[in-house]
Each structure stands twice: as structure tokens, then as C-alpha cells.
């Protein structure tokens, strides 16, 4: 870091190759990266960490993989607990219980965020956690903090999150309010009966679905899907929790935005990359996030890098947008393929489907685990539901 002449007051302004705004997955991961690669980082966050951050905390496979691809080794073991064992319901019915396929791994993002960002640090990141942005000039990359201090990066990437202030300045707004998603979660008290079986609830919210996902000091249950089609999401919180036993009005309920299908298609501006949910990149079928906010962190970095060594910094962002291809089709595919699962229409032929096609609930969960891609279930899906359909048309599901 070196630092300049302010403009206008008496503290000089901090000079970094690159600023990271939002410590979370994303930018946790876009500065470990960049620290890695030799370039001086400033991480800045608003929040002081540990915090907490709401989420199902579910890591796939697929998250694993890029975790892996991020550290150079696993995630330490203590920071999550494995379930392997998975039960599909729609609308109170079951649609199977299924084992022998790879397993999920719950963590709570109070420790997975901290283990991030302080693994960050320790590469090399300055730490500019607790200290909420005042302004943000994305031509010039310079951040303004109510510290009092300001910070100027030759490249900034903006990692804070689905309300990012970094997208904000850019385009106005941070994502489409007809197509974000929202969801809601209580912690409850752990169920006895069946505590290691992640279940998930295709009937539980319109666009989206209900997940129980036990840990060993409380259960993480939710319900979330497309804002627009679920006005009342509170009371589908409370149907879903009433359905499994557990009293609403006993609950601490949460809720929170999150990108639904639509992502950036150009990432950014100028010298200003966007990663993460700042950047629109979750399933819009599953809603996870993780592994697209630590892999689009780690490209942000690595395109980042790339430019800077050849000292043009303006082409970190096709760079960057270039590395990114496989995840936005991948998003393409998934915004395809919601269509025959969540539409009202098919949806009934798709939980048929679901129901008897123990291939399809396999595939479902290796999609999850990273050994399958939307485009091969899509595939799966195409060639059963004909039938499906036309059976849910002559008979009518309780699915609408
Ligand atoms: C209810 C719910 C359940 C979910 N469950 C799962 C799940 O089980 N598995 C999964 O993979 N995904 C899940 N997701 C999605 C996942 O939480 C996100 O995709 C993921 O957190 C994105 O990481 P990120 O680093 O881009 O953003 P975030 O995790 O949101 O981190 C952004 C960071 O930026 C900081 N910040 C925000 N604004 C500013 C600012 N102006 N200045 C400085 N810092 C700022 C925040 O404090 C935060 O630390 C869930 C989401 C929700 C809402």
C-alpha cells in the first residue's frame, strides 16, 4: 500500500492494486487470491467479523470443489458436519428417500465467513472489516470510509452481497425486484426423530421450495423462491413449520434477498468487477450461492492480476467475463429447466416425475454434488415428462 495527497482534507489516500468491497465467500475469496498473486488488497466490510449472515449454510459438492480449487486443500473438517442422507416431500406427500450419493456438508456462515476472511488476512489482505463505506467513486476505484480514511485500488471488486453498494454506483441498482428471490429461516431447536436427513419441500413456496437441514445444535429450516410469486412467504414459513412439528410463534424469523436466475451478463465496469451474489450468481433452481461466490471471487482475482501485470487494467473485465462462461450458462440452463419444475402447469408432472424416477432424484442431488450439469437432467427430465404430464392433466395433482 502506498499513499498520496487527499483532495480536499488532511489524510493522504491509501493506493492498493486492488480494493475488495464485502468480505464475504465472494470477496473472501477474490482477496486470498489476489494476496496470493503478490498484489497489495485492502478487504473491506462494513461488519466486523465474526457476523453472522443468513443462509441454509448447505455446501454441495459443487461448493466443495471450488472451496478445494480456492485453499489448495478441503474445507477443515470442524467447520462442517456431513449428511448423506436426503428425503424429498411435496405438499405433506413423500417423493422418496434417497442415499448412496454424494453428500452435503452443513456449516453456520458465522464460522465458514470468519475461517474466509481470516484466511485472507493471514495471505496478506489488510483487514478494513467494521468499517461502513461513505462513498464509492467506481471511475476513480476509490472507497471513502466513516473511519475517515480513503482508499484507491487500480481495480475494484465489489463482493457486497445481493444489495451490493458497488452495483449500486455502477447501475442504479443492485438487482431486478421482479426477478430477485426471497427467503425466510428459523433456527430450531434440533429434531430427534431423523437428525441427519436434509429434507427438501418442493411444495413449500411458489418458484422455490422448503429445506430442513439438521445440524448438530439446531435445525436450519426455510422456505424461499421468487419474491414476486410469494407476496406471503411469512405464512408459508409458518405452514411449513407447522407441517414439521414445529410451533411458528415460538421462532425467531429472518429474511433476505437473494439472486434468482438474473445475473450481470457483463460483470462489471470499467476497472469495477463484480463477484458473487453482487453479481447475480445463484442457482435460480436451488438458490445456492456459495460455489459461484467463491469461484467468480477467484476468477475476479485472477483477471484482476492478469491485467495488472501487464499493466492494463481496463482488461481485467473481459478478462474476467471470459472465465465466467461456464457459470453463466450453467445459470442459462438453470433458468431454462425452473420452468418445467416450477411452472404451475408442469410443475404437478414434475413431482410425478420426481416421485417415480429414482434416476431423476439421483441425478437431482449428483447436479448438486457437481458430477452432473442442468443440461444432462434436462435431458432426463425431457424424455419422462410427457408421460407425466399427461397423466397429471387427465388426473390433477395436488400440486398447482
Ligand atoms: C435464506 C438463505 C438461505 C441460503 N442458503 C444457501 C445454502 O444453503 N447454500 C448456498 O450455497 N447458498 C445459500 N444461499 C445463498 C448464499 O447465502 C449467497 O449466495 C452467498 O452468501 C453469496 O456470497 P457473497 O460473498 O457474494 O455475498 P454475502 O455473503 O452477502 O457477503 C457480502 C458481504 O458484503 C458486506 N457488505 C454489504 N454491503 C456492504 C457495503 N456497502 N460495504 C461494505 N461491505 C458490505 C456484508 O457485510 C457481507 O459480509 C442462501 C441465501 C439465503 C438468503
Known amino acids: 500500500m502506498t499513499q498520496s495527497a487527499a483532495a480536499s482534507d488532511a489524510r493522504p489516500v491509501e493506493h492498493y492494486d486492488i480494493l475488495v468491497m464485502g468480505a464475504g465467500p465472494a470477496g473472501a475469496a477474490a482477496a486470498l487470491t489476489a494476496a496470493r498473486h503478490g498484489m497489495s488488497v485492502a478487504l473491506i466490510d462494513r461488519r466486523r467479523f465474526p457476523r453472522d449472515k443468513l443462509c441454509g449454510g448447505g455446501i454441495t459438492g459443487r461448493c466443495a470443489a471450488a472451496l478445494e480449487r480456492l485453499l489448495g486443500h478441503p474445507l477443515p473438517g470442524h ?20 442415499d448412496g450419493v454424494p453428500p452435503i456438508h452443513l456449516t453456520t456462515r458465522r464460522a465458514f465467513d470468519t475461517y474466509l476472511q481470516s484466511t485472507a488476512i493471514a495471505a496478506g489482505a489488510d483487514d478494513r472489516s467494521g468499517q461502513k463505506p461513505t462513498g464509492i467513486d467506481p471511475g476513480k476505484c476509490r472507497v471513502t470510509l466513516d473511519s475517515g480514511a480513503t482508499l484507491e485500488g487500480r481495480i475494484l471488486i465489489g463482493a457486497d452481497g445481493v444489495a451490493s453498494t ?35 419441500d418442493f411444495g413449500a413456496a411458489e418458484w422455490g421450495y422448503g429445506w430442513h437441514f439438521p445440524k448438530s445444535g439446531s435445525a436450519t429450516i426455510g422456505v424461499g423462491g421468487l419474491h414476486g410469486r410469494n407476496p406471503e412467504m411469512r405464512a408459508a414459513l409458518e405452514t411449513y413449520l407447522r407441517g414439521l412439528g414445529v410451533d411458528p410463534s415460538m421462532q425467531k424469523v429472518k ?54 501485470a501487464e499493466d ?47 434416476t431423476l432424484r439421483h441425478d437431482y442431488l449428483r447436479m448438486l454434488g457437481g458430477q452432473r450439469e442442468y443440461a444432462d437432467i434436462m435431458a432426463a427430465l425431457l424424455r419422462r415428462l410427457p408421460r407425466h404430464l399427461s397423466r397429471s392433466l387427465l388426473a390433477p395433482a395436488r400440486a398447482h
Open 166 to 200: 458497488t452495483a449500486r454506483s455502477l447501475f442504479g441498482r443492485a438487482y431486478d425486484p421482479h426477478q430477485v428471490g426471497f427467503a425466510m429461516e428459523v433456527e430450531a431447536p434440533p429434531e430427534q426423530d431423523t437428525p441427519d436427513r436434509v429434507r427438501i
Open 79 to 98: 467447520l462442517a458436519e456431513e449428511r448423506g442422507t436426503f428425503e424429498f416431500h411435496a405438499h405433506g406427500a413423500s417423493l422418496g428417500t434417497v
Open 312 to 358: 492494463r487494467p481496463e482488461t481485467a473485465l473481459p478478462l474476467y467475463r471470459k472465465s465466467l462462461g461456464p457459470i453463466h450458462g450453467a445459470l442459462r440452463h438453470a433458468r431454462a429447466l425452473r420452468l418445467v419444475i416450477y411452472a404451475p402447469p408442469l410443475k404437478a408432472g414434475f413431482i410425478r416425475a420426481f416421485r417415480d424416477s429414482r
Open 255 to 308: 429474511g433476505a434477498f437473494l439472486p434468482f436466475g438474473a445475473f450481470r451478463r457483463i460483470p462489471g465496469h470499467g476497472r469495477v468487477l463484480l463477484a458473487g451474489d453482487a453479481a447475480g450468481l445463484v442457482d435460480p433452481i436451488t438458490g445456492e450461492g456459495l460455489a459461484h461466490a467463491i469461484d467468480s471471487g477467484r476468477m475476479a482475482a485472477e483477471a484482476a492480476t492478469e491485467a495488472l
